[in-house]
């Protein structure tokens, strides 16, 4: 059985999880507000192909402390970052704005059950460390 350890896997992927939700929030929220703007190209954010990836690949590698030390990977969890692509314009209006304020807010919403979702299992992966430290009681 593996050692008890306060800074495991699932916690570093659940924390970077969080983060890339929230940038994701960032450019659905900036679609949204440009919904009205001519000429306006929605981007979008993903991340999921790049985080899956460095999961196969084992992206849970040693952290090195001082910049002499060799990586141990060069794909691990810290090194996700995710892409904005900018979409082009399909609607055929002519104002050249390809915001579609229904996928915005499905997207939005998505978004957002994920983001909370993992926010719950940090929290309960917390509470449990924190009930074992505190010795069960």
Do not use: C
Not at 40 to 55: G, H, K, M, T, W
Not at 93 to 100: A, F, R, T
């Amino acid at each position: 059985m593996k050692p008890f350890s306060l800074a495991d896997q699932n916690i570093a992927l659940l924390s970077k999880v969080l983060d890339l939700r929230a940038e994701k929030e960032k450019v659905i929220a900036s679609n949204i507000a440009n919904s009205e703007t001519p000429g306006y190209a929605p981007s979008r954010f993903s991340f999921e192909d790049e985080l899956q990836n460095v999961i196969q690949n084992g992206g849970f590698s040693l952290k090195t402390t001082h910049t002499g030390h060799i990586p141990t990977s060069s794909h691990t969890i810290d090194a996700v970052k995710g892409r904005v692509v900018k979409e082009k314009d399909t609607t055929g209006i002519g104002d050249l704005n390809g915001v579609s304020l229904d996928k915005e807010m499905l997207e939005l919403s998505t978004n957002e059950l994920l983001y909370e979702t993992a926010a719950q299992l940090l929290s309960k992966k917390l509470s449990l460390k924190k009930y074992l430290i505190q010795g069960g009681q």
